[in-house]
């Protein structure tokens, strides 16, 4: 399985089978911004993670969107 973070306010999970390069969810496009990438381990075991954004976002909102979303999303504080 693989955790797909979507990117908005506030930022959803859902586990997904597969990680395409759009998804809609919502009325809204979604592209994958971060392929799916095993963590390393930590005191958990985790799915894959994939993160998608809306597609009409430039690479710096996405930036900035990323980094509003970390403190509230554990997935994106792990290493890969």
Known sequence: MISAI??????????????????GRDGIAFSLRGEPRQPKPTDRIWDCIAVYAPD?????EFQ????????Q????????
Request: charged share 35%; net charge negative.
């Open 6 to 23: 979507f990117l908005i306010a506030p930022a959803k999970t859902e586990r997904l089978e597969e990680a395409p390069e759009v998804l």
């Open 73 to 80: 999303v554990p997935e994106l504080n792990l290493h890969y």
């Open 64 to 71: 900035e969107l990323y980094e509003a979303n970390r403190p």
């Open 56 to 60: 009409e976002l430039t690479e710096e």
